[in-house]
């Protein structure tokens, strides 16, 4: 038996303890923010904090998060980081299909927390293992600096 | 995917830019009549549709629901039904704005929902059934959605000046507010919902459309995307979001080659993964889907251990077995002889014999996948006299008709539930609704077995990868001569490839006289003045099934036609922006797109210099799905080679442009989608497997390696047409001439990977 938190509630899994977090977030919490793009950390789309870093949940077996808590999109976006990334990315109209979005957040969130003030290596850095195959790339640059200003 | 003018073998005359793909063609509209039996009915507006609906709103709590396409609360809120999918490409924005526009609701009240599959209320003018394809939204519905918008606000009206007591010319309405000015009477579209539903619809000739003057959301940047909120707070639902009561996941092991069968199966180890229900043999439907065999289970994870465990022996003896550098050899070898005649201007072999200066190029253009960021999958709950499907829904006629063949019902008893897409790209609207018909038999042989459950069928990214309905390999072998003066005076294209529309339901409708018109298109209607022109197709006939992908034909005639272009202008010792002006006299709006990127570029100045690189720019012009695109790139490279598109400057003209910033970014995404494609990505086949399996090895474009892009867009008039694949096909040859003014090479074979190292 495994237990964590997600977004600070208490959950338990008492099942394979390899199976990945993004499983266990989507399928058993039911919190489906958080996607599934290739299942070997090679597009981001799974990205969720724990305890505060970004990492892809669809290696990070459910064990790994024991005694630990996961934030993922739907609690992400309610702290004053999360909110401005939130604001931003609306204001700019960032989104197309949507699909990695939740990913590309929560790992400019995870940017942005630790650097406020972020140029545009320091977010090829952080953001080039989130894939966008809409290629928004331009925007989500661009929303990345107005939420920066936005919380100076 | 540009299904529209292939349906009704619409190809526009090359010399004649005012030859445009009609609205609607009858032979299109016939087209699912035909070949499904389904009575279709073309919904032209309110009156034709909606007399059903608005009888049943007479009922108190009933929402207002003048027409197919707008439901208006007694809440205020005003829902506008799309009938296209929305997967990324801003159509739910495009559709609410025209409807809001007419209608003169608050941006903020409006939202947007997906309409169900119902070819006779939301059937696709320019597609013959329900579907999203082509860059065709904007141009099939924005008079439908407009004159939807204007008859709702008439019947509001007409509601008001009833209870008012007051002449309905009178009553004018402004961001959701009806308003008698002289009586000081105000109200909003909620408290006339209820009486506005017992108004006669008005008659077709009696609704009046807006003039552009009057437009205030049309042209805007007043109308962010609908689909912004719910994609930015994880509330987004897609088809891999669905849960249902009971439902299982079911993760499936497919034959690693096309054309191999199931030889046996050994269970026991799946079976002995804790928690999975049953595994599924799922035959091959030849030449549609490949032989699976789906393991079910509660959770995604359990099904995918299951599947895993799955021991399988496949007989590959009628399997495609070739090898990409076969299929290259072969499509050279035929492109070295004639072949079926798709365009002939003039006399090219005549002009050929003797050219004062002559450039012959042959181009390899590798298959691709579509790798949408969500992977293919589909929720079906099937059960004895019905059947439901949640999808990501391209194709509705064709898929709830494939669909109800499958199961075993009929096309009315499927009901088919629009979600939003990941990305599509073309993929999910399956030419053969081939993962609708692996979800749809995987339900039957379930619920065969005794399976009573809804099922979620989940493709791993590897199914998706490497599940075929790639864009089709091409090789373009092309000669053309110049004469003394630097004038071309003579073309021959000679081309290889699968046909994306044989062995299909669209093929009677696509292929006229042997050729498929999305293998030329590009090509064999230039509109570049070539006085003698003649285009050759040679059609291969692979059992490996392949589809559109974001700009079809274009995706490799463009980057051919372009590059050739620039080779031709260079051996002319013109400047490649005059050499093209020069050809495109007659095309205005060809000219208007290529002088604006080249002038808001910069074109003929130097660029900044950059410490140890080298650098150039290029440029291109193509015109796709009755848009036209001009894009300039500018490009360093390193010492070692290495690449960097710095930046592309992009100038489009798409008629009326409904929403700049939507179209600003399809332009966005259209450049860089392509530029993975010609950067980095390919489909290969080691003795009929496809190599790539993941992200890992079919490389996508990252963050940093995105270019700076400016879009400029062509203000006008004419009719709207599609953002969603013309940006696309434009940049790749941008860049490669872009490469030729850096470095003096030409990449001719697709992608460029190291090509500029070596």
Sequence with gaps: MTELSINGVKKTHDGDPAMPLLWFIRDEVGLTGTKFGCGVAQCGACTVHLDGNAIRSCVTPVAAAAGKNVVTIENAVTDKVGAAVQASWRKLDVVQCGYCQSGQMMSAVALLTRNKTPNDEDIDVAMSGNVCRCATYVRIRAAIHDAAKALA | ?758
Aim: proline share 5%.
């Design chain 2, 1 to 758: 995917m540009g299904i529209m003018n292939r349906l009704a073998g619409q190809t526009p005359n090359a010399d004649d830019s005012s030859t445009r793909a009609p609205l609607i063609n009858v032979s299109r509209r016939g087209f699912l009549q035909t070949t499904g039996g389904l009575a279709l009915g073309i919904c032209f507006g309110p009156v034709a549709c909606t007399s059903e609906k608005a009888a049943v709103s007479a009922a108190d709590v009933a929402p207002f629901v003048p027409n197919a396409f707008l439901r208006i609360g007694a809440d205020n809120s005003v829902t506008v039904i799309a009938k296209f999918l929305e997967m990324g490409q801003g159509t739910f924005t495009g559709l609410a704005t025209l409807a809001a526009e007419e209608l003169d609701a608050d941006w903020a009240q409006v939202s947007v929902e997906g309409a169900p599959a119902d070819a006779k209320k939301y059937a696709n003018s320019l597609l013959g059934g329900q579907g999203t394809g082509g860059s065709t939204a904007m141009a099939d519905a924005h008079l439908q959605m407009r004159t939807a918008g204007a008859s709702a606000r008439a019947m509001l009206v007409a509601a008001a000046a009833e209870q008012w007591k007051v002449p309905a010319g009178e009553i004018t309405v402004t961001k959701g507010v009806i308003r008698h000015a002289a009586s000081r009477k105000e109200a909003s579209f909620g408290q006339f919902a209820e009486s506005a539903a017992k108004q006669p619809v008005p008659a077709a000739e009696a609704i009046k459309l807006k003039e552009p003057k009057d437009f205030t959301l049309i042209g805007s940047t007043a109308t962010p995307r609908k689909d912004s909120k719910a994609k930015t707070d994880g509330t987004a639902i897609f088809t891999q979001d669905i849960k249902l009561d009971g439902m299982l996941v079911a993760v499936l092991a497919h034959a690693p080659k096309w054309g191999a069968t199931i030889k046996s199966v050994d269970e026991t180890a799946a079976r002995a993964v804790a928690g999975v229900i049953d595994v599924i043999r799922v035959d091959a439907v030849p030449g549609t889907t490949r032989a699976a065999v789906a393991v079910l289970a509660k959770n995604t994870w359990v099904a995918k251990q299951g599947r895993d465990a799955l021991v399988i022996e496949w007989d590959e003896s009628a399997a495609f077995t070739k090898g990409s550098d076969d299929i290259f050899k072969e499509f050279k070898t035929l492109t070295g002889k004639p072949g079926t005649v798709a365009a002939t201007r003039g006399d090219a072999a005549a002009a050929l014999k003797k050219p004062a200066k002559a450039v012959e190029a042959v181009y390899e253009f590798p298959y691709l996948s579509h790798a949408p960021m969500e992977p293919l999958n589909c929720v079906v709950d099937l059960k004895a006299d019905s059947c439901t499907i949640w999808n990501g829904e391209q194709f509705h006629t064709i898929d709830q008709m494939v669909a109800a063949g499958v199961v075993g019902l009929k096309p009315e008893q499927v009901t088919i539930k629009q979600v939003y897409a990941g990305g599509s790209f073309g993929r999910r609207a399956s030419s053969k609704s081939d993962f609708i018909v692996e979800a749809t038999s995987l339900a039957k042989a379930a619920r065969a077995k005794g399976v009573e459950a809804p099922i979620k069928m989940v493709w791993m990214r590897e199914d998706d990868m490497r599940g075929g309905y790639y864009r089709p390999a091409f090789v373009h072998a092309i000669k053309a001569g110049l004469d003394r003066d630097g004038k071309l005076t003579g073309w021959q294209s000679r081309l290889a490839g699968q046909s994306i529309a044989k062995g299909t339901p669209l093929e009677q409708f696509m292929v006229h006289n042997g050729v498929d018109h999305t293998s030329v298109e590009g090509v064999s209607d230039t509109r570049y003045a070539i006085d003698n022109l003649q285009v050759e197709l040679h059609t291969v006939d692979y059992p490996l099934p392949v589809l559109w992908w974001r700009s079809v034909g274009h995706t490799h005639s463009a980057y051919a036609m372009e590059t050739m272009i620039d080779e031709l202008a260079h051996a002319a010792g013109k400047d490649p922006v005059a050499f093209r002006r020069t050809l495109l006299e007659k095309q205005p709006r060809h000219l208007k797109v290529l002088e604006l990127a080249a002038e808001k570029s910069g074109w003929g100045t130097p660029l900044a210099e950059i410490a140890g690189k080298k650098r150039g720019r290029g440029i291109a012009v193509h015109e796709s799905f009755n848009t036209y695109v001009a894009e300039v790139a500018e490009v360093s490279i390193d010492e070692d080679g290495v690449l960097k598109v710095d930046r592309v400057v992009c100038a489009v003209d798409c008629g009326l442009a409904i929403n700049p910033d939507v179209i600003k970014a399809q332009m966005e995404g259209g450049i860089g989608y392509g530029l993975a494609a010609i950067l980095k990505s390919e489909i290969t086949f080691d003795k009929g497997a496809v190599v790539q399996g993941n992200f890992g090895e079919y490389t996508p474009l990252r963050i940093n390696e995105m270019p700076v892009i400016e879009v400029h867009i062509v203000a006008s008039a004419e009719k709207p047409t599609g953002v969603g694949e013309p940006g696309t096909p434009v940049v790749g040859p941008a860049v490669a001439n872009a490469v030729y003014a850096a470095v003096g090479k030409r990449i001719r074979k697709l992608p460029f990977g190291d090509q500029l190292s070596a």
